[in-house]
């Protein structure tokens, strides 16, 4: 988003047929008395993509006054970069993705566990609005804590939809903020075979995930 002619191109299509859908939903999120929430950026699959992607929260750089008031790859923070990375390293096109939060609202903290919930409810919607998803990808502790509130709700959903679950660490640098250089290295060695089991998922290479 560092260039000013993308963003203005994502903002433009921002209602693309792609994208509407959750973007639209969006717009309803901003309504229900919980503060902003940032747009998907069309860049992204929406209602066509295969993966689901949920990290924590949206960071300053979705905001729209500091940023480009999207959730996307190519935002200009570590997070964003460093998954636009492990996309290209594993051959996926963020087209395939919907990038998503635990908690869709800008709160730029750990979530509480009343917030947890109330973004259980926007995932369930997001998987109704995307009957494609294949894969949720989650990164970080806050959304799997997400997921397996999700899944009290509805406990068949994975498999009734068919979907594979791969889990992983927060892309955030703070997720290596580790004493044992061993861990560290045992962590960003998990991210990007995270990516690698996406890949595989989507060319119908079935693995197991952890």
Not at 36 to 44: E, I, K, R, S
Request: charged share 25%; hydrophobic share 40%; with cysteine.
């Amino acid at each position: 988003m560092a260039l000013k002619s993308f963003r203005d191109r994502q903002w433009a299509d921002r209602y693309a047929p792609h994208i509407a859908p959750v973007n639209e939903y969006v717009d309803e999120l901003r309504e229900m008395g919980r503060g902003w929430a940032p747009y998907v950026a069309p860049l992204h699959g929406g209602v066509e993509a295969r993966v689901l992607s949920i990290l924590r929260d949206p960071g300053p750089a979705t905001q729209d006054e500091v940023g480009s008031g999207f959730i996307c790859v190519e935002n200009d923070d570590g997070s964003a970069e460093l998954q636009s990375i492990l996309l290209e390293e594993a051959g996926i096109s963020p087209f395939e993705l919907l990038p998503w939060n635990a908690y869709p609202w800008y709160i730029n903290r750990k979530p509480k566990a009343s917030e947890l919930d109330a973004g259980v409810e926007t995932i369930l919607h997001l998987l109704e609005l995307a009957p494609k998803l294949e894969v949720v990808l989650l990164q970080g502790g806050d959304a799997d804590h997400a997921w397996r509130r999700l899944l009290r709700i509805v406990p068949g959903v994975e498999r009734e939809r068919g979907l594979t679950v791969v889990r992983t660490f927060h892309p955030s640098p703070q997720a290596l903020f580790v004493r044992d250089p061993a861990e560290r290295a045992a962590r960003v060695a998990r991210r990007r075979a995270a990516f690698h089991e996406v890949a595989a998922l989507l060319s119908g290479d079935r693995v197991v995930s952890t």
